[in-house]
């Protein structure tokens, strides 16, 4: 294992707080992204980021926010206006995120960090 | 709206039987598809790809643009491959996963 990883691997929230996920990686690829697993839906886009400086919203990016100040990293933040945050949160990242660019697009995931709001 | 739906929440198979899991998409252009496995305490991990036409530890899985169908077969289950199966479709510079199968190889 290495090259993305996520802290802390359990997180507990009180109700009403801001709490920011970490994620790290040394892969130096280019694009990263945000999901989250909840039983029965699979995975879901929250943000993603396919270049240093910009990010764009996902399929469900309300309550949410992030940056993308280093290539490396790409810390999320569950805000308090996330209404249902408790969840299993996944970040990934590839080599590339430009349509076109590569069609061998494959995205290596993190361990997880499970959130759990109090 | 590109959609990936993976009909079963759980498959339960003996060991040394077919295995198929199911995964259909919709999707206006030329697909490119992908299976994801993750193990019990592993990582999330990209299992097959369509456009490389492999087989990686004995999965298979066609495209099938008529029936936008997208299963991944194994002749033989083992007890090892019981895991969480994702199907995923890539859209842009993402990917679009299904709700996920969980496969259960009994000995």
């Known amino acids: 294992d290495g090259g993305i990883t996520q802290s802390p691997k359990y997180l507990f929230r009180k109700e009403g707080q801001n709490v920011t996920l970490s994620c790290e990686q040394n892969?130096?690829?280019?694009?990263m992204y945000w999901y989250r697993q909840d039983p029965g839906q699979g995975l879901r886009l929250i943000y993603y980021?396919?270049?240093?400086?910009?990010?764009q919203k996902g399929d469900i990016a309300e309550g949410y926010s992030v940056s993308r100040e280093k290539k490396e990293s790409f810390p999320l933040t569950v805000t308090s206006a996330q209404k249902n945050p408790t969840a299993f949160y996944l970040c990934?990242?590839?080599?590339?995120?430009?349509?076109?660019?590569?069609?061998?697009?494959?995205?290596?995931f993190g361990p997880g960090t499970r959130l759990t709001v109090l | 709206a590109q959609r990936v739906t993976q009909p079963e929440k759980l498959l339960s198979v003996f060991k040394g039987a077919p295995v198929e899991l199911k995964c259909n998409y919709s999707?206006?252009?030329?697909?490119?598809l992908f299976w994801y496995v993750q193990y019990s305490r592993q990582r999330l991990q990209l299992l097959l790809r369509?456009?490389s036409r492999e087989s990686i530890k004995g999965f298979t899985a066609d495209l099938n643009k008529g029936e936008t169908s997208f299963h991944l077969k194994k002749p033989f289950a083992q007890e090892e491959d019981s895991a969480m199966y994702y199907c995923?479709?890539?859209?842009?510079?993402?990917?679009?996963f299904g709700q996920g199968t969980e496969l259960s190889v009994k000995p």
């Open positions: 980021s396919q270049i240093v400086n910009d990010f």
């Open positions: 990934a990242s590839s080599m590339g995120g430009l349509a076109g660019v590569s069609s061998y697009n494959e995205q290596f």
């Open positions: 999707y206006s252009g030329s697909p490119e």
């Open positions: 892969l130096n690829h280019d694009a």
């Open positions: 995923a479709l890539k859209r842009g510079g993402k990917l679009i």
């Open positions: 369509h456009i």
